[in-house]
Nanobody, 130 residues
Protein backbone atom coordinates (compact mmCIF):
# COMPACT_ATOMS: atom_id res chain seq x y z
CA UNK A 1 0.00 0.00 0.00
CA UNK A 2 1.39 3.36 -1.04
CA UNK A 3 1.66 5.68 1.92
CA UNK A 4 3.21 9.04 2.76
CA UNK A 5 3.64 10.03 6.39
CA UNK A 6 4.53 13.53 7.49
CA UNK A 7 6.18 14.29 10.80
CA UNK A 8 8.06 17.07 12.55
CA UNK A 9 5.30 19.57 13.06
CA UNK A 10 4.64 21.31 16.34
CA UNK A 11 4.41 24.59 18.19
CA UNK A 12 7.26 27.03 17.68
CA UNK A 13 7.83 30.68 18.49
CA UNK A 14 8.16 33.27 15.73
CA UNK A 15 11.67 33.20 14.37
CA UNK A 16 12.08 29.55 15.24
CA UNK A 17 12.75 26.54 13.04
CA UNK A 18 11.21 23.17 12.31
CA UNK A 19 12.14 20.37 9.96
CA UNK A 20 9.29 18.41 8.44
CA UNK A 21 9.80 14.91 7.11
CA UNK A 22 7.81 13.05 4.48
CA UNK A 23 8.50 9.33 4.60
CA UNK A 24 7.24 6.93 1.95
CA UNK A 25 6.30 3.33 2.48
CA UNK A 26 5.12 0.75 -0.01
CA UNK A 27 6.96 2.43 -2.87
CA UNK A 28 10.25 4.12 -3.64
CA UNK A 29 10.40 7.86 -4.05
CA UNK A 30 13.28 7.67 -6.56
CA UNK A 31 11.10 8.48 -9.58
CA UNK A 32 8.65 10.78 -7.86
CA UNK A 33 8.48 14.53 -7.71
CA UNK A 34 7.49 15.62 -4.21
CA UNK A 35 5.55 18.67 -3.21
CA UNK A 36 4.85 20.30 0.11
CA UNK A 37 1.53 22.05 0.56
CA UNK A 38 -0.17 23.80 3.43
CA UNK A 39 -3.67 24.76 4.40
CA UNK A 40 -4.54 27.31 7.03
CA UNK A 41 -8.02 27.48 8.57
CA UNK A 42 -10.45 29.13 6.21
CA UNK A 43 -7.96 29.24 3.36
CA UNK A 44 -7.33 27.17 0.28
CA UNK A 45 -4.47 24.72 0.16
CA UNK A 46 -1.38 26.30 -1.37
CA UNK A 47 1.83 24.96 -2.80
CA UNK A 48 4.86 25.74 -0.65
CA UNK A 49 7.72 23.93 -2.35
CA UNK A 50 8.53 20.99 -4.57
CA UNK A 51 11.54 18.99 -5.72
CA UNK A 52 12.13 16.94 -8.86
CA UNK A 53 13.19 13.32 -8.83
CA UNK A 54 16.35 13.31 -10.92
CA UNK A 55 18.24 16.56 -10.63
CA UNK A 56 16.72 18.01 -7.48
CA UNK A 57 15.26 21.06 -9.18
CA UNK A 58 13.23 23.01 -6.69
CA UNK A 59 10.40 25.50 -6.51
CA UNK A 60 9.46 27.79 -3.64
CA UNK A 61 6.45 29.99 -3.16
CA UNK A 62 7.39 33.66 -2.82
CA UNK A 63 6.10 33.66 0.74
CA UNK A 64 8.71 31.11 1.87
CA UNK A 65 11.62 31.81 -0.46
CA UNK A 66 14.84 32.29 1.45
CA UNK A 67 13.38 30.74 4.62
CA UNK A 68 12.39 27.21 3.61
CA UNK A 69 14.60 24.55 2.03
CA UNK A 70 13.39 21.32 0.48
CA UNK A 71 15.67 18.31 0.14
CA UNK A 72 15.44 14.60 -0.47
CA UNK A 73 17.29 11.53 0.70
CA UNK A 74 16.34 8.70 -1.62
CA UNK A 75 18.35 6.21 0.44
CA UNK A 76 16.00 6.94 3.34
CA UNK A 77 12.96 7.28 1.07
CA UNK A 78 12.30 10.62 2.69
CA UNK A 79 11.87 14.25 1.69
CA UNK A 80 12.46 17.10 4.11
CA UNK A 81 11.28 20.67 4.46
CA UNK A 82 13.57 22.78 6.61
CA UNK A 83 11.65 25.83 7.80
CA UNK A 84 13.56 28.72 9.33
CA UNK A 85 12.56 32.21 10.47
CA UNK A 86 9.01 31.00 10.95
CA UNK A 87 6.21 33.54 11.05
CA UNK A 88 2.70 33.31 12.50
CA UNK A 89 1.35 33.29 8.94
CA UNK A 90 3.18 29.99 8.37
CA UNK A 91 0.70 28.34 10.73
CA UNK A 92 -1.10 25.61 8.80
CA UNK A 93 -1.52 21.91 8.28
CA UNK A 94 1.36 20.82 6.08
CA UNK A 95 1.02 18.00 3.58
CA UNK A 96 3.45 16.23 1.30
CA UNK A 97 2.40 14.72 -2.00
CA UNK A 98 4.02 12.60 -4.69
CA UNK A 99 3.66 12.21 -8.44
CA UNK A 100 5.59 10.95 -11.42
CA UNK A 101 5.62 13.76 -13.99
CA UNK A 102 4.94 12.85 -17.60
CA UNK A 103 7.17 13.42 -20.58
CA UNK A 104 10.80 13.11 -21.56
CA UNK A 105 11.91 15.65 -18.95
CA UNK A 106 9.95 14.10 -16.13
CA UNK A 107 13.01 13.74 -13.92
CA UNK A 108 13.58 17.48 -14.00
CA UNK A 109 10.05 18.56 -13.17
CA UNK A 110 7.95 19.19 -10.12
CA UNK A 111 4.66 21.01 -9.79
CA UNK A 112 3.44 23.82 -7.59
CA UNK A 113 -0.18 22.89 -8.22
CA UNK A 114 -1.88 20.19 -6.17
CA UNK A 115 -3.79 18.94 -9.20
CA UNK A 116 -0.78 17.03 -10.51
CA UNK A 117 -0.20 14.96 -7.40
CA UNK A 118 -1.54 11.44 -6.96
CA UNK A 119 -0.49 10.41 -3.47
CA UNK A 120 -0.98 12.45 -0.32
CA UNK A 121 -0.09 12.18 3.32
CA UNK A 122 -2.39 13.02 6.22
CA UNK A 123 -0.58 16.19 7.21
CA UNK A 124 1.34 17.53 10.17
CA UNK A 125 0.31 20.66 12.08
CA UNK A 126 2.67 23.62 12.32
CA UNK A 127 1.74 26.40 14.72
CA UNK A 128 3.85 29.52 15.02
CA UNK A 129 2.88 31.54 18.05
CA UNK A 130 4.41 33.31 21.02
Amino acid sequence: QLQLVESGGGLVQPGGSLRLSCAASGFTLDYYAIGWFRQAPGKEREGVSCISSYDGSTYYADSVKGRFTISRDNAKNTVYLQMNSLKPEDTALYYCAATIPEGLNSGYLCYASEYYYDHWGQGTQVTVSS
